[in-house]
């Protein structure tokens, strides 16, 4: 599920131009990825050069107590 206020902060975000100010696009999509999850967990999450690069494990959680 898209959460429309996020994706317009993000590409906002993004299409900064001055300097130091801009967010990567490694680190969109990761926040996207978090945003669309809703509920969940990422059990590794690499970072090279200060960027996401991968995450290893992600699984979902189902509470079926109330």
């Known amino acids: 599920m898209a959460h429309p206020n996020l994706d317009e902060m993000l590409t906002r975000r993004a299409s900064q ?6 967010v990567h696009p490694a ?5 996207r990825y978090c945003a669309d999850l ?4 990422i059990e590794k999450l ?3 050069d ?7 494990v992600t699984t979902k959680k189902i ?4």
């Open 50 to 56: 200060g960027l996401p690069m991968t995450a290893e």
């Open 38 to 41: 809703g509920h969940g967990e």
């Open 27 to 31: 680190w969109l999509r990761l926040m």
């Open 17 to 22: 131009d001055r300097a130091g100010s801009a």
């Open 63 to 66: 509470k079926f107590s109330p």
């Open 46 to 48: 690499k970072i090279q």
